[in-house]
């Protein structure tokens, strides 16, 4: 659930600082995370959202980088086990909801347009977060096995609640 928490954090920030630019939101988040100690960063990177420090610091417009060395983002893309397993346990017609975070907003929109149109009978609803590098999409899992195949797919987490 940390993606939803982090996105739903990013939504704020970007209500009460609309003219920052998403390296600065990222910026902001990561540079006032507290860190997990050296065991759990393999799971964890950079640590617990401050959503207040991380506003402070985007107000500020200079955010300081102290990310641990180790903490980058990798450079596969990661996939949710939970989400993977969901879809491999279920036919193609059953809904799912996943968050999305695509490598821009331009491969999310070729993505999406691309999934409706290959799918036009499948159910499908999505939400845009995040100047729309961030979707949640609610449809078919044949439709989320496609996206997930799309290599712009950065992050791809499971959603159990029905309302972000």
Request: proline fraction near 7%; aromatic fraction near 4%.
């Amino acid at each position: 659930m940390a993606c939803a928490h982090a996105a739903g954090i990013a939504a704020l920030l970007l209500s009460a600082a609309p003219d920052a630019g998403i390296e600065a939101l990222r910026d902001a988040l990561v540079a006032t995370a507290t860190p997990f100690p050296e065991r759990l960063r393999h799971r964890c990177r950079y640590g617990q959202i401050d959503a207040m420090a991380a506003l402070a610091e985007l107000r500020r417009g200079k955010p300081v980088d102290n990310r641990p060395a180790a903490a980058a983002l990798p450079c596969e893309p990661y996939h949710d086990p939970r989400l993977r397993r969901q879809l491999a346990d279920r036919h193609d017609d059953i809904l799912l909801k996943a968050v999305l975070v695509f490598s821009d907003k331009d491969a999310a929109e070729q993505a999406l347009h691309g999934v409706c149109e290959d799918f036009p009978t499948h159910p499908f609803t999505e939400k845009s977060l995040l100047q729309g590098q961030i979707r949640i999409v609610r449809s078919s899992c044949a439709v989320l096995r496609c996206l997930l195949a799309n290599p712009r797919v950065r992050i791809a987490n499971a959603v159990d609640i029905d309302r972000l």
